[in-house]
């Protein structure tokens, strides 16, 4: 079967205008890398390594800046507005350290055949993959290194690593890593193994997401062919790296966007794809 992709289009009908600005620290030092969306709308864009980003939309509206590393903001701004992130100060449980021995390894995931990849359109998505504990885990209990597989039609571009905690509602909570974990990709399909064991992270009992998030920089920009009968435009404005998915019975993954966090249990690529249920081929391997 021939790969094709998933392409959504988003389709912004108010009049708005450009907004920039610039995202700093406390310490006003410039913050790259953040997403930023405009609250309830599928729209959004990334700071670039200077901070700065430039978005469509109007000032009454609500824009959600959303980093590692620093709490969640929701603001309405002016153009050219400097807008300060604070650091985030976590609560941590109580936890024993101990040495990881590293002879054991174990790979999950599932992850086996893509059938397609998922295109970002022009927004920066998070994609969410859960990973249920097991007993077995136990023995393995470090994560050591995640596994995602993309599609890139340029070379060096680059994703986001995300990874987070679990709800008591099964959703997505607050990150585990303290720092960005920004990928960068070679073009063509690729299988991208990315360390964690420098974070010392040990499976939670009540699970763990492992997240994919894109990033719209002017260096992952693309054109992408479109074959869509009656369309003038050949061309649309894409950012690369896909992420490639794979056929499972139960999807356990989760979208954010429009500002918040979606469930897409029991989603399907197609109304004639007979229930085919694909999460993002993202694979975790821990050890002892």
């Keep these: 079967m021939k790969n094709f992709y ?3 289009f988003f389709v ?3 009049m708005s205008s450009q907004i920039n ?16 969306w ?13 901070g700065q980003f430039f978005i469509n939309s109007t ?3 609500v824009l959600i800046f959303s980093a590692v590393g620093f709490e969640l903001k929701k603001i309405k701004i002016v153009d050219k507005e400097i ?6 100060i976590y609560n941590l449980n109580e936890v024993v350290i101990s040495k990881s021995k590293g002879s054991i390894e174990r790979e999950i995931g599932n992850f086996k055949k893509s059938i397609t990849s998922h295109l970002s359109g022009s927004v920066p998505w998070i994609y969410a993959k859960r990973f249920e504990f097991n007993g077995v885990y136990k023995k393995t209990p470090f994560l050591k290194n995640a596994i995602v597989f993309t599609k890139s039609k340029i070379k060096n571009a680059k994703f986001k690593l995300r990874i987070f905690a679990v709800q008591e509602n099964g959703f997505p909570a607050e990150d585990l890593l303290k720092e960005d974990v920004v990928v960068v990709v070679k073009s063509g399909k690729n299988k991208n193994v990315i360390d964690l064991s420098k974070f ?10 492992l997240a994919y998030e894109w990033m719209i920089i002017e260096e992952n920009k693309y054109l992408y062919k479109t074959n869509f009968k009656g369309s003038s435009k050949n061309y649309s404005i894409n950012y690369a790296p896909a992420v490639l998915v794979n056929k499972v019975e139960t999807e356990n993954t989760f979208m954010y966007r ?3 966090w979606m469930s897409r249990k029991g989603s399907s690529m197609n109304e004639n794809s007979n229930n085919v249920i694909i999460e993002p081929a993202i694979n975790l391997t821990l050890t002892n």
């Design 21 to 36: 600005g610039t995202v700093v620290d406390e310490k006003n030092q410039a913050i790259a890398y953040v997403n930023i």
């Design 258 to 260: 429009e500002g918040r």
């Design 83 to 88: 807008v300060t992130l604070q650091t985030a």
């Design 6 to 8: 998933v392409l959504v």
């Design 200 to 209: 010392k992270l040990i499976f939670p009992h009540n699970g763990i997401f």
């Design 59 to 61: 000032i009454e509206k």
């Design 38 to 50: 405009v609250e309830n709308e599928n729209i959004g864009t990334t700071s670039n390594q200077k």
């Design 12 to 14: 912004y009908f108010s």
